[in-house]
Each structure stands twice: as C-alpha cells, then as structure tokens.
C-alpha cells in the first residue's frame, strides 16, 4: 500500500507517511501532514479505510479528496490521535494552543 502526496504525486509507504504527521487539532479533527519530497503542507482526516483530504471553511472541515486505505483504524486520545493499520501504529500529539 503507498499512499500519493496530492500535489507532487510522490507515493509513501504508510510508515514514512504517518511519521510526516506534526499536529493533530482535536477540536477541528484534523491532522497536519508536511510531504517529505516536495515540503507541500496537508491538512486531512483519518477516517476509518481512508484518508480525506481538504481544508478547513467556516468552522468545519470540507473534505474535498479521499484516498483509501484498507484497514486503517483511529483512536481519538486526550491529547493525541492514534492510528493504526494491520500491526503498526503512530501517535499524532496535539499541540497545547497557548493562551492569547
């Protein structure tokens, strides 16, 4: 299973793809990713079987691309989002907003 970066089209495996995840917004469930070739910055959603991809719109999150991955799993946590597909796992921290 490789997994395309939407703006260059790079393909990953699923290790080099989540270790690429740097924040997880528990508020709008979203995930940052940062593609290791070309630099492009994603926001998406991990869903269970699938990836979307898209921006956030007046509060919410319009998915505008969804890319399948048979089996993959979430765990929303306190501070963190866990994924899972087949025997692996990553951890998404969130990070702590500082008060304005």
């Known amino acids: 299973m490789l997994i395309p970066c939407l ?8 290790d080099e793809f989540f270790e690429a995840c740097s924040d997880y917004n528990r508020g709008m469930d ?3 990713w940062t593609c290791p070739c070309c ?30 991955v048979p089996g993959l799993r979430r765990q929303r946590g306190e501070l963190r989002l866990d994924i ?15 008060p304005v």
């Open 7 to 14: 703006a260059c089209d790079s393909k990953f495996r699923p």
């Open 30 to 32: 979203l995930v940052s």
């Open 39 to 68: 630099g492009n910055r994603d926001d998406l959603r991990v869903l269970p079987g699938e990836l979307g991809f898209g921006y956030p719109s007046r509060g919410r999150f319009d998915v505008l691309d969804r890319v399948r």
């Open 84 to 98: 899972s597909l087949d025997r692996s796992s990553w951890h998404v921290p969130s990070r702590l907003r500082q």
